[in-house]
Structure formats: structure tokens, C-alpha cells
């Protein structure tokens, strides 16, 4: 996983880019749960997100807690494991210090039924 802001300036609200490389394959209606560092803060409610043309035709992305976004894949072509793509999060506010933050430590696949099928187990990922 990999985490990059368009803009770096502090407090700033901007847009994220995701950049996932599942482990198991990503099906339709299957949920991804990433928690954000508290130090940044996500728009409340239905959140404006995009996803990699090429495998992602529709996605909805949700705030379901304060630092938690849930991103549900509608409509996706065939996601095999370890095939990367992005997903973009618009109108995300950058941490106000210059510190770094807290890690995105928890990363969740989910199926349909909301059971969890794989979490991310990598390298801690700050911005």
C-alpha cells in the first residue's frame, strides 16, 4: 500500500491517492475498510472517490467513524491478486503539523457479507 496527498500544505484540504496490491481478488460488491490516521481528517458522509478506470468501473466510498473509510467496489472487471490499483479520495484534510503521522495500520478486505477474507500486513505507511 502507498499513500500520496496533491497537496502537502498543512490543514489543506486535498485529494488522496491509494495505491493497493490485493492479495486475494477483488469481486463485486466486495468492501475495503482503511483507517486513516486520526492526525487527518476525512469528509463526513458519502465521500468523493474515484477508482483506476482499467478495473474499477463504479465505487462508493463512505466515512464510517471518524478516521474509518469504507469503499465498496460496485462494479469492477476481473482484480487479481497482486495486480495494483489506485483509488483517489477528494476533500481529505492534510494533519496540521509538520510531524509525521500515525501509520494507516489497518487495511480490510471484505466480501459481500461483510466477512473478512484479508488484511493488509505490510511496511507501516505514513504521510
Given at each position: 500500500m502507498s499513500v500520496d496527498a496533491d497537496s502537502k500544505v498543512n490543514g489543506a484540504r486535498t485529494t488522496y491517492t491509494m495505491t493497493f496490491?490485493?492479495?486475494v481478488p477483488v469481486e463485486k460488491n466486495d468492501k475495503m475498510v482503511?483507517?486513516?490516521?486520526?492526525q487527518i481528517?476525512?469528509?463526513d458522509?458519502?465521500?468523493d472517490c474515484q477508482g483506476e478506470r482499467r478495473y474499477i468501473n463504479l465505487i462508493r466510498c463512505y466515512k464510517r467513524t471518524?478516521?474509518?473509510?469504507?469503499?465498496?467496489?460496485?462494479?469492477v472487471e476481473e482484480m487479481l491478486?497482486?495486480?495494483?490499483?489506485?483509488?483517489?479520495?477528494?476533500?481529505?484534510?492534510?494533519p496540521y503539523s509538520t510531524a509525521p503521522t500515525d501509520p494507516f495500520d489497518e487495511v480490510?478486505?471484505?466480501?459481500?457479507a461483510s466477512r473478512e477474507i484479508s488484511k493488509y500486513e505490510g511496511p507501516d505507511v505514513i504521510v
Amino acid at each position: 500500500m502507498s499513500v500520496d496527498a496533491d497537496s502537502k500544505v498543512n490543514g489543506a484540504r486535498t485529494t488522496y491517492t491509494m495505491t493497493f496490491a490485493p492479495n486475494v481478488p477483488v469481486e463485486k460488491n466486495d468492501k475495503m475498510v482503511v483507517r486513516f490516521p486520526e492526525q487527518i481528517g476525512l469528509p463526513d458522509g458519502l465521500v468523493d472517490c474515484q477508482g483506476e478506470r482499467r478495473y474499477i468501473n463504479l465505487i462508493r466510498c463512505y466515512k464510517r467513524t471518524d478516521n474509518m473509510l469504507e469503499i465498496q467496489f460496485i462494479e469492477v472487471e476481473e482484480m487479481l491478486p497482486s495486480n495494483p490499483f489506485w483509488v483517489t479520495v477528494a476533500d481529505v484534510r492534510n494533519p496540521y503539523s509538520t510531524a509525521p503521522t500515525d501509520p494507516f495500520d489497518e487495511v480490510i478486505m471484505k466480501n459481500y457479507a461483510s466477512r473478512e477474507i484479508s488484511k493488509y500486513e505490510g511496511p507501516d505507511v505514513i504521510v
